[in-house]
């Protein structure tokens, strides 16, 4: 059977996970997606679910305001068309994006994406690096991961991974805690996944290549884990979806770049790609030390 156990067992967690979601964990369907279908009364349905849950005003809207709104852009977009041409089309798909300049013009939000742009960007840039080279880097240095079966492959792998669920519930808990907040959460976790970064210059026994390589992943996962939760609900809520996507693409393509970067230091029986990679996620704490917002006691709607 070889890998075919291995397929059944990710599809027999797949399918778990599917019955989880269907009959044990009850979500709410989108608003947003329900007004779309112009299921208008199961939009409504859904916010007064919501504001039940978080203590808050039942909303005054009703079908009909939603009837209303869909008879004026009606009358404009019969307006629109009567008049319309090529350069207007042109004209309305730039206009349509036009709300993000309030993202650039609005000092805090625009500091702040800025930095968490520089953060995502050595986050992504350090994360490639390490994938890329380290195995390389090890063997140049003579050291062996200690496998010599499949078994033994595997057993490591679980002794490096699977400690990365710590670094999920330290960022569950930090992130609460008064004096450190989401904020300080990225900067210490960044600045460690550096540091266990750098210290595999210095390995040079199996023991240490597994526990560095633990202590980086737990690392990794505690400062993504706060990124990716955090960084959206800094931003208002009328760019909110599109500065994440940004943020995401910019980490991306320095993900991309970042091998071609350490591709220079390969021929060379030095560390240097390791200590790039350490820079990347040094810079992430480095620039989340200045970080405006604290989103601990506040919520931005």
């Known amino acids: 059977m070889g890998w075919r156990y291995e397929v059944i067992v990710i599809g027999l967690m797949t399918l778990a996970v599917f019955f989880l979601r269907f009959f044990v964990f009850k979500f709410h369907e989108s608003p947003k997606f329900l007004l779309g279908k112009g299921r208008y009364q199961e939009a409504i349905d859904v916010l007064h679910r919501i504001a039940k849950y978080n203590g808050a005003a039942e909303p005054t809207l009703?079908?009909?305001?939603?009837?209303?709104?869909?008879?004026?852009?009606?009358?404009?977009?019969?307006?629109?068309?009567?008049?319309?041409?090529?350069?207007?089309?042109?004209?309305?798909?730039?206009?349509?994006?036009?709300?993000?300049?309030?993202?650039?013009?609005?000092?805090?939000?625009?500091?702040?994406?800025?930095?968490?742009?520089?953060?995502?960007?050595?986050?992504?840039?350090?994360?490639?690096?390490?994938?890329?080279?380290?195995?390389?880097?090890?063997?140049?240095?003579?050291?062996?991961?200690?496998?010599?079966?499949?078994?033994?492959?595997?057993?490591?792998?679980?002794?490096?991974?699977?400690?990365?669920?710590?670094?999920?519930?330290?960022?569950?808990?930090?992130?609460?805690?008064?004096?450190?907040?989401?904020?300080?959460?990225?900067?210490?976790?960044?600045?460690?996944?550096?540091?266990?970064?750098?210290?595999?210059?210095?390995?040079?026994?199996?023991?240490?290549?597994?526990?560095?390589?633990?202590?980086?992943y737990i690392m990794q996962t505690y400062f993504n884990a706060v990124l990716y939760a955090s960084a959206p609900e800094m931003f208002d809520t009328t760019y909110r979806a599109s500065a994440s996507g940004m943020l995401s693409c910019l980490g991306r393509l320095a993900g991309i770049v970042a091998p071609f970067a350490g591709q220079n230091y390969i021929g060379e029986n030095s560390a240097g790609i390791l200590w790039l990679g350490a820079g990347g996620i040094w810079l992430s704490s480095f620039v989340m030390c200045f970080l405006p917002i604290e989103m601990r006691n506040r919520q931005m709607f």
Request: aromatic share 12%; proline share 2%.
């Open 62 to 216: 009703t079908v009909e305001d939603f009837h209303e709104v869909d008879r004026t852009l009606r009358i404009n977009s019969i307006d629109r068309a009567a008049g319309s041409s090529a350069k207007d089309v042109v004209l309305r798909t730039f206009k349509s994006v036009g709300f993000l300049r309030g993202l650039f013009l609005n000092k805090l939000e625009c500091v702040t994406f800025i930095l968490l742009a520089l953060a995502y960007m050595g986050d992504y840039w350090s994360f490639n690096l390490a994938g890329s080279f380290l195995p390389i880097v090890l063997l140049k240095n003579n050291v062996s991961s200690g496998a010599d079966t499949v078994t033994d492959t595997y057993r490591e792998y679980v002794y490096i991974y699977l400690p990365g669920v710590i670094g999920a519930i330290i960022a569950l808990f930090s992130v609460q805690l008064p004096l450190v907040g989401r904020k300080w959460s990225l900067v210490i976790s960044a600045a460690l996944q550096g540091l266990s970064m750098a210290m595999y210059t210095q390995v040079k026994t199996t023991a240490g290549y597994v526990g560095l390589n633990a202590l980086e």
